[in-house]
């Protein structure tokens, strides 16, 4: 008998692990010895003993495992996304431009057109920014130390204030055409109407790229968002 290994495999049905077929009888043999009984008695003491100090937890994977894990979901998550990309683009794109055009020809320029342009542009430049960052995901070496320190930028202050830039630009935008055309009642209006669907917007696209990532594998991404927190 290996009592190396049994002694390994007291360890394991201690700290609530599940124990293979192959080492079973292992196990079952070496605690029916005075040395296997003794063994496994003093180490049910030792897990008390910690307990009562600390609560203690098995470490499921080393800090490198966990990283590989983090990287193949980014990157799973990058290719699922390009995929979808072009479908995406089009049912959100697509129908305001063809509303644009359509306005643009039968009535010209009106006060929904600045509107439009700004809602246009948020959707357009955010997607641009969607498709680099996943190609940079699929492409990079080292997603884990490139998502951390996008992290740590998008809490600093020029991020902050592009992050609040992107929905009021376009409220901005729809305010001004409407205070152009209607006067400041209609410009003050349409630039809270806009400013709440933008918002709102942007908070949508948020969240469920937020739980997408996290998704395909929420025990690494919440390890990961863990952190952050450090």
């Not at 969607?130 to 998502?147: D, T």
Request: hydrophobic share 45%; aromatic share 10%.
């Amino acid at each position: 008998m290996n009592e190396e290994l049994a002694r390994q495999l007291c360890l394991k049905v201690i700290y609530g692990g599940e124990l293979t077929p192959e080492e079973t009888p292992v196990f079952e043999s070496f605690v029916q010895t005075d040395t296997g009984q003794q063994y496994l008695s003093r180490s049910r003491e030792m897990k008390d003993t910690l307990n009562n100090i600390a609560s203690v937890e098995l470490v499921a994977e080393d800090q490198s495992a966990m990283i590989n894990r983090f990287e193949n979901l980014l990157k799973q998550n990058a290719i699922e996304s390009q995929k979808k990309f072009p479908l995406a683009v089009s049912l959100l794109i697509g129908p305001i431009s063809v509303l644009l055009g359509i306005s643009m020809l039968t009535q010209g320029w009106t006060g929904v057109t600045p509107l439009l342009v700004g809602v246009l542009t948020i959707f357009g430049f955010l997607a641009i920014v969607l498709w680099k960052h996943n190609q940079r995901l699929m492409n990079e070496e080292n997603v884990y130390e490139l998502m951390t320190a996008s992290h740590i930028r998008s809490r600093e202050l020029p991020s902050r204030v592009v992050a609040l830039l992107m929905p009021v630009l376009p409220a901005i935008l729809a305010g001004w055409g409407f205070y152009q055309f209607d006067g400041p009642e209609s410009g003050i209006k349409y630039f809270t109407l806009c400013l709440v669907f933008t918002l709102g917007v942007t908070w949508l696209l948020t969240t469920i790229s937020k739980n997408s990532s996290r998704s395909g594998d929420p025990e690494v991404w919440d390890w990961w968002q863990d952190g952050l927190k450090d």
